[in-house]
């Protein structure tokens, strides 16, 4: 079936600090790809997404690039902020399908 | 109002009482749906409607029942919950008229059954 496989947490990194957060799936379509991203309290808000193989996804300075050749999309920010504190979701939906596949989370705190 | 909204926020409830969890997308989809999302587990999609009619059940136990009265407005009727049934629902929304199936959240209601 098809699955998300995400980097366990916590993450702990400090201000400016390079972030990664890796992400690879199962499927067996050809999935759209999503980042979520659920600060304290709150639903989850769409981050960013790609459709189809190497496309790259990006808002607020995250980025993730679509890698069919090693099924990943992992998330990147080149300088992380205290506000960027947040459980980090990576999902799939297979064409045609509404089920969205979610991994388990990734819990990023980021210290001043 | 924008976006997904769901009320109430937060929800304390027994295990003999009745109780509506109400949400309301303004996005103009076609599609909603309502997740659960407890402690230390992926979420899980309970529900899907389309268009009003529900496409999916992910063999959700009858003390949770649905209703869609129109493509802008879901409930989610609870009765005799248990404890293990705490947890954040959240609903979602999504275009599903070939634009692309992204799905919006609303911001949760976190339920506590005692």
């Known amino acids: 079936g098809d699955s998300v496989t995400q980097m366990e947490g916590p993450v702990t990194l400090s201000e400016e600090a390079f972030l990664t957060i890796n992400c690879t799936y199962t499927?067996?379509?050809?999935?759209?790809l999503f980042w979520y991203v659920q600060y304290p309290g709150e639903g989850l808000q769409l981050l960013l997404k790609?459709?189809?193989?190497?496309d790259k996804g990006s808002n607020k300075g995250f980025e993730a690039t679509y890698r069919k050749e090693t099924t990943s999309f992992h998330l990147e920010k080149g300088s992380v902020q205290v506000s960027d504190s947040a459980v980090y979701f990576c999902?799939?939906?297979?064409?045609?399908?509404?089920?969205?596949?979610f991994g388990q989370g990734t819990r990023l705190t980021i210290n001043p | 109002e924008t976006g997904v909204t769901q009320t109430p926020r937060h929800l304390v409830m027994g295990m003999t009482n009745k109780k509506s969890l109400k949400c309301e997308q303004h996005?103009?989809?076609?599609?909603m749906y309502w997740y659960k999302q407890s402690a230390k587990k992926p979420l899980e999609l309970m529900f899907v409607?389309?268009?009003?009619?529900?496409?999916e059940n992910n063999s959700v136990p009858s003390r949770f029942s649905p209703e869609c009265p129109n493509s802008s407005h879901l409930f989610l009727h609870l009765h005799t919950l248990q404890p293990e049934d705490s947890a954040l629902y959240l609903c979602?929304?999504?275009?599903?008229?070939?634009?692309?199936?992204?799905?919006?959240f609303g911001p949760g209601t976190r339920l506590l059954v005692l």
């Open positions: 979602a929304s999504s275009p599903q008229d070939g634009t692309g199936e992204t799905q919006y």
């Open positions: 499927a067996t379509g050809y999935p759209s």
């Open positions: 790609a459709t189809k193989a190497d």
């Open positions: 999902a799939l939906s297979v064409q045609g399908a509404q089920k969205l596949v």
């Open positions: 996005l103009g989809h076609n599609a």
């Open positions: 409607y389309n268009f009003k009619e529900q496409t």
